[in-house]
């Protein structure tokens, strides 16, 4: 093994409430490819962010060493400066400008005072040639493709001289070919002596190219493998292989035979990223049953409940939707609530909760007409309501006519889910419901939702969580790439066979 | 807890909402004093009233159109156009070429219903065909404001002889037969204030039960009672200065209704609510079943109808249709918006609050006329009252 380039050196790194690194340490050596693999949440993001200067100096504990000398980068300019460079899944790049503008973005060649376009075009074509790009510099980067646009990253990361090259989830947007391209380049440059470390949910590649993994769980490094000793069985057995505590309560009845949401041969697809987003998509939910579906995230799950819940996005769908055995097809959100059917959102601050209005209005805000007569909204109803569900979902608000966005994360969540339960749904789709909310939380809303198909409610909890996915679902779709990859019973479902499946 | 201590805790919560009638009150007072009393005179009110009526009602539209976090530029030449629309609609034809001798109740609500399909022209822009408001109401700007001028070409200026249509903009409500008490003042008006403030007791009297039926917290008692003295006191004192001239204005009727059917469509309905629901968060209000786009076509839809009845207000006040009416009218409207409180990143707003935004503006205005101030510090000093109001709002937000 070379000298390392990199050592991250006992990194801490704490969120309010929740550690997100604890005692990390990590070693790149000169001139590899390293991987980090983990599953969501692990802290392959959090890690990188403090690589590259995203979290400063003094937000976290621990030391960065890069080139042998300690790193006290206060933002992305400084670990620029020093060499290394990071590619985000989404594309940092100007759609609007062309390829050479926007190689040199922020580092422009200047003669002067003014840019030198001739030498800035000579240069980004020598760039290109570097990472094996056959086009002209002037073609703006909106007329390329995801592959090619990753591309241009890379070379616009070289034009900066880059030591360190990082990726995270490179591959996850692209089609075969250019995977394998991508694959080939990241060999090629480390041929010339780059450096890179790649974040990638993709075994498989991981193993094919990395020289050395590091696997991370729940914020701390649990194995460093060499490219001799590594299988994908071993990896996913390090990266899932935590201790279920038994958080879950207790499954105590069986849901019915009736099945009362049946999706046939869905595919939907997304006008403007012009891919398609799901591809045959076939599943069934039956009367007091809770299914989960597992997937990395951008594996097209909350795509598919948005398909369903009335297509807000407004893909383009073929398939066949039938609510109770009665073919249905939904225009609005809408249609889909009057059909009995609702969806907290993942994002509860981005599309669940309106922020400046209080807890009352979210609450009754999917259904109002219930508390009004003649389009009259009685606010006295409004107010009894809103009690009445903070007292059953045990909302920690001094008042109902508190903001929402003075609650805790959790209490907000507990709100999207009032909200969502008046409306009085025969279907409820929970999209991570308990991302980002203390265990306390958790296991309430875990009580609720067993209460819920108690009572004959169906639900599919979306959730990036495996151990709360096989805790609380009676049987379990895995989903991948916008495909069923599998479906497993409560008792044959293990990590290991989920992860197996979600990463292939 | 003491009178006191309970009188400062309702305050404190509701600076924001009192902000604005304490300060209407000081720029009164202000005036009153500088002006030795004339600004206060019956007869200055009601001309402020008037003046404020045509901007008022523009106001109240765009309170809904930033609300839902839009904007409308076409509205003061929109109302300009509809006015001279109106004019040749009621014009004699030997005098007007175009004239059709269209008697005003025909007019009127012909005129307000072109203005709803302008409004809807707009909203087609915006929901449909996802044109930033800023711009497809900047396109309608410009075409009624050539729109106006291709109307008037022939004739220039179009004098409105019909006195129905006038009294709009001028008239006075009619009085009661004189029955030997209290003369030289309105008598209807006086009436129709005692009747106001019975209404609004009864009115307070019957939510405060409302509410303690359900066991929820009301106001003390003896704020409860001073709150109904105090606004008793405000409508009996309008109520009075109104009827020492010639009492209530049309303009102040027509006003008045407005405010009062828009306030309680947005504070009481489930269209206000849902309106305040897509201007908070567009997305999760879709995703709670609510049409975006529909309500979209309502608030321009309405909007254009408020434009029309300000062309006719306007036009009828000046008894005449301008080839420059309705200049500026959308920035004096979107001023009075901000000033009452109405907030950019929408979703927060009150149609009151807009109202009383129109009040401090026309009363600066006013003021300043009777002070012998100059027209170039009057726009200075609006400038800064608008940017001072904007400021308090942006820094009390947030705090309850």
Not at chain 2, 51 to 60: E, R
């Amino acid at each position: 093994m070379n000298a390392p380039i990199l050592e991250m050196k006992n990194i801490t790194k704490e969120f309010p409430g929740v550690k997100a690194l604890s005692d990390v340490s990590f070693q790149v050596a000169k001139g590899e490819i390293h991987c980090l693999v983990g599953e969501n949440g692990a802290g392959k993001s959090t890690l990188m962010k403090i690589l590259s200067g995203v979290y400063p100096h003094g937000n976290y504990n621990g030391d960065v060493i890069f080139n042998g000398r300690v790193q006290k980068f206060s933002g992305i300019s400084d670990s620029e400066k020093a060499g290394i460079a990071i590619i985000y899944q989404e594309l940092a790049l100007i759609p609007e400008m062309t390829v050479y503008e926007n190689i040199f973005l922020g580092h422009e060649i200047k003669n002067g005072l003014l840019i030198d376009w001739n030498e800035t075009i000579k240069q980004a074509g020598e760039m290109l040639k570097k990472v094996n790009l056959d086009i002209n510099p002037a073609t703006k980067v909106r007329n390329l493709g995801v592959g090619k646009q990753q591309l241009v990253e890379i070379a616009k990361a070289l034009s900066k001289d880059v030591k360190l090259l990082i990726l995270d989830e490179p591959t996850s947007s692209l089609n075969e070919t250019d995977s394998e391209n991508l694959l080939a380049l990241l060999r090629d440059l480390k041929h010339q002596g780059v450096t890179s470390i790649m974040i990638s949910h993709k075994l498989k590649e991981v193993i094919e190219i990395a020289d050395t993994i590091t696997v991370l769980r729940d914020g701390q490094t649990v194995a460093t493998l060499s490219k001799d000793e590594v299988t994908e069985h071993k990896l996913i057995k390090h990266m899932v292989g935590r201790e279920i505590n038994n958080i879950y309560p207790k499954r105590e009845h069986k849901p019915s035979q009736e099945i009362v949401l049946e999706v046939k041969n869905w595919n939907a697809y997304h006008p403007t990223l012009g891919r398609a987003i799901l591809k045959d998509v076939s599943f069934n939910l039956k009367k007091g049953e809770i299914i989960g579906f597992a997937g990395l995230i951008g594996s097209g799950r909350t795509e598919l409940a948005l398909s369903i819940f009335g297509n807000p996005d407004g893909y383009r769908l073929s398939g066949e939707l039938f609510i109770n055995g009665i073919k249905k097809q939904f225009h609005h959100p809408q249609d889909a609530i009057k059909t009995g059917i609702a969806y907290v959102t993942e994002d509860r601050k981005g599309d669940g909760l309106i922020l400046i209005q209080d807890v009352k209005q979210n609450i009754t805000l999917a259904n109002l007409y219930k508390i009004s007569q003649r389009g009259i909204v009685n606010n006295n109803a409004e107010i009894q309501v809103a009690n009445q569900y903070k007292a059953d979902l045990n909302i920690k608000t001094p008042s109902v006519e508190q903001k929402v966005s003075n609650l805790s994360g959790g209490n907000q969540q507990k709100v999207c889910l009032g909200k969502w339960l008046f409306v009085g749904p025969d279907i409820l789709i929970l999209d991570e419901p308990t991302r980002g909310i203390d265990v306390g939380a958790k296991y309430e809303i875990y009580t609720i939702m067993k209460d819920l198909v108690k009572q004959g409610m169906s639900i599919i909890m979306i959730s990036s969580e495996l151990p709360e996915v096989l805790g609380m679902s009676d049987r379990v779709y895995i989903v991948s790439a916008g495909k069923i990859a599998g479906e497993l019973n409560a008792e044959e479902a293990t990590q290991e066979k989920v992860m197996q499946l979600a990463t292939n | 807890m003491t009178f006191f201590e309970n009188a400062k805790k309702v305050l404190q919560q509701n600076i924001r909402e009192y902000g604005m009638y304490i300060a209407l009150f000081v720029i009164m007072v202000f005036f009153t004093i500088t002006t030795n009393g004339t600004f206060i005179s019956s007869r200055n009110i009601v001309n402020l009233i008037n003046q404020t009526g045509y901007i008022a009602v523009l106001a109240v539209g765009m309170t809904l159109i930033i609300i839902i976090r839009q904007i409308d530029l076409s509205v003061g030449f929109l109302a300009g156009f509809l006015g001279a629309i109106a004019a040749i609609a009621m014009a004699d034809p030997k005098v007007i070429p175009n004239g059709l001798n269209l008697p005003v109740y025909a007019v009127i609500p012909l005129t307000l219903s072109l203005g709803v399909m302008a409004g809807l022209i707009t909203g087609f822009l915006v929901a449909q065909m996802k044109i930033p408001s800023f711009v497809a109401s900047l396109a309608g700007w410009l075409i009624y404001r050539g729109a106006i001028l291709v109307v008037t070409e022939s004739t220039g200026t179009i004098i409105i002889a019909n006195s129905a249509f006038n009294a709009i903009g001028n008239g006075f409500i009619p009085d009661i037969p004189d029955i030997g008490i209290l003369p030289g003042v309105h008598k209807l008006t006086l009436l129709l204030g005692v009747v106001a403030v019975i209404l609004l007791v009864i009115n307070e009297f019957n939510n405060r039960r409302k509410k303690q039926s359900y066991n929820f917290e009301v106001l003390p008692t003896e704020i409860f009672a001073l709150k109904l003295i105090f606004l008793a006191a405000i409508i009996g004192g309008i109520t009075w200065i109104l009827a020492g001239y010639q009492g209530l204005s049309w303009t102040a009727v027509i006003v008045l209704l407005v405010t009062l059917i828009y306030n309680f469509v947005m504070s009481q309905t489930v269209l206000g609510r849902h309106i305040y629901a897509i201007g908070g968060n567009p997305d999760a209000a879709e995703l709670s079943g609510i049409s975006v786009k529909k309500l979209v076509y309502v608030v321009f839809g309405s909007m254009g109808m408020l434009s029309a009845l300000s062309g006719i207000l306007f036009t009828s006040r000046l008894q005449s249709a301008t080839t420059t009416a309705g200049t500026l009218f959308e920035l004096d409207a979107i001023a009075a918006a901000y000033v009452g409180g109405v907030s950019a990143a929408g979703g927060v707003g009150k149609v009151v609050g807009s109202i009383i935004g129109a009040l401090v503006m026309t009363s600066l205005t006013s003021g300043m006329n009777l002070m012998g101030i100059g027209i170039s510090y009057q726009y200075i000093v609006r400038g800064a009252v608008l940017a001072a109001a904007v400021i308090f709002d942006v820094t009390t937000r947030g705090k309850n």
